[in-house]
């Protein structure tokens, strides 16, 4: 992102896709978060009135997340929410087994593969 944080969101809403981690809607009984790809609307709230944002999942199955402008800035900053930088950034759920001594571990993750950022949950 530019210095201006506003005018960078504001000039390139249509392009700017982001990772969050979400919940599914109430329809669904699996609710754990998981990484999704994002886009800005402008339906709820005009970025021009520098008041909040919301990201729509792509995936309509979850949550949209509304934010307070100021806020945003710094979730993103801190890798709560990631900036897809690259067309083949993506959320993946991943699988590896570990062994420690007689017992065999399965560690399970929902990651964001690729780009500047990676991000796990």
């Known amino acids: 992102m530019s210095k201006n944080?506003?005018?960078?969101?504001?000039?390139?809403?249509e392009d700017l896709r982001f990772?969050?981690?979400?919940?599914k809607g109430a329809l669904y009984f699996d609710n754990a978060e998981t990484w999704q790809e994002c886009y800005l609307s402008e339906h709820k709230y005009k970025l021009a009135d520098n008041y909040k944002l919301t990201?729509?999942?792509?995936?309509?199955r979850y949550c949209s997340r509304d934010f307070y402008i100021s806020d945003f800035k710094s979730v993103l900053e801190s890798g709560f929410v990631i900036q897809k930088?690259?067309?083949?950034?993506?959320?993946?759920?991943i699988t590896w087994y570990q062994k420690l001594g007689n017992i065999k571990m399965v560690n399970k993750a929902n990651v964001v593969i690729g780009g500047e950022n990676i991000g796990f949950k």
């Open 5 to 13: 944080f506003n005018e960078t969101l504001q000039s390139n809403v």
């Open 19 to 23: 990772f969050i981690p979400l919940r």
């Open 55 to 60: 990201l729509i999942p792509i995936d309509q």
């Open 85 to 93: 930088t690259d067309i083949e950034q993506h959320a993946e759920d």
